[in-house]
């Protein structure tokens, strides 16, 4: 029997994305939840968005996380200034979410464009935004090599992205990033493994 309400993680992932779509704040979930929606499922303890927040937005943005949410103005606002990430904790089921800025980062900006809209819960429907399958095989081949190149949790989740998607990804647009992030070593690497 299907479960009648969503697990904690899903249904926190789910209010934050209308919390952000009805300040008109322009975002998309990136991390573990877009790779289990474009690869192979897994579980997640938290939530990884990417938001267009600008300053004019840190007012509204903290009164909208209001009593549901551990959220701090000044972190918010330090996240603006460093280009970097601020969290929100979902007080009721200690679900952190991590905000991550889009600033001027190109590839951001290329995320951003191109997201695309997808199903996470059937009943009552709820859609969310998502980073593109390529952009998420993309972003974790960048957070692989950052750490040393070791973690089989995102080699993992780039895998069975690209199982599941293959025959079905835009391969000039992964050879393209993937040679201005300085992943193509990976991704062609990626692409063998995904293979086995």
């Not at 939530?47 to 103005?73: K, M, W």
């Not at 992205?161 to 990626?190: F, H, I, M, S």
Request: proline share 5%; hydrophobic share 45%.
């Amino acid at each position: 029997m299907a479960p009648d309400r969503p697990p904690d993680p899903v249904a926190v992932a789910i209010a934050t994305t209308e919390l952000l779509e009805r300040l008109g704040i322009a975002h998309f979930a990136d991390g573990s939840l877009a790779s289990s929606i474009h690869g192979e499922p897994r579980s997640t303890v938290d939530i990884d968005l990417v938001a267009d927040v600008t300053p004019d937005h840190v007012l509204a943005l903290t009164a909208a996380f209001g009593e549901d949410f551990y959220v701090s103005e000044d972190a918010i606002r330090e996240a603006l200034r460093l280009g970097t990430s601020f969290n929100a904790i979902h007080l009721a089921t200690a679900v952190k979410v991590d905000v991550f800025m889009v600033g001027n980062d190109p590839f951001d900006r290329e995320r951003l464009k191109h997201r695309e809209r997808a199903r996470l819960w059937a009943d009552p429907p709820r859609d969310v935004y998502v980073d593109r399958a390529e952009h998420i095989v993309l972003r974790k081949l960048e957070w692989y090599r950052r750490g040393g190149d070791i973690s089989e949790r995102q080699w993992r989740d780039v895998l069975g992205v690209l199982r599941v998607k293959r025959g079905q990804l835009d391969e000039a647009r992964l050879d393209t990033w993937a040679a201005r992030l300085g992943v193509a070593d990976l991704l062609e690497r990626a692409r063998r493994d995904a293979e086995d």
